[in-house]
């Protein structure tokens, strides 16, 4: 089955796609806006990043009030593992060595 389109749906097709490449400018003129506004109600914190070697990287991160491990690997299949309560986000991020 062919189908012919109509001039209304090559008109229709043609604006919706000049709305989104707009909205795709706004966008990228005004990020940063929008990182300031967006920024303040975020839940997901990443408090450590670090390579630990052979392509393994050890991450926490904090969701609200509860803090995540997680060690990430090419080759393995990733868990998270929740942090005790003790341990504050003053203590993971001061660079004190903590015994």
Not at 4 to 25: G, M, P, Q
Not at 36 to 41: E, F, M, Q, V
Not at 47 to 73: A, C, P, Q, W
């Amino acid at each position: 089955m062919q189908s012919t389109y109509d001039l209304n749906t090559v008109i229709i097709i043609i604006a919706f796609l000049i709305v989104l490449i707009l909205i795709s400018f706004l966008v990228n003129k005004k990020k940063d806006l929008l990182r300031s506004k967006l920024g303040s109600i975020k839940t997901l914190n990443i408090i450590s990043n670090s390579m630990i070697g052979n392509g393994s990287r050890i991450t926490v991160f904090s969701i609200k009030e509860d803090n995540y491990l997680v060690i990430t690997n090419k080759s393995s299949i990733s868990n998270i593992i929740p942090l005790p309560k003790g341990i504050t986000n003053d203590q993971l991020t001061s660079g004190i060595k903590n015994d």
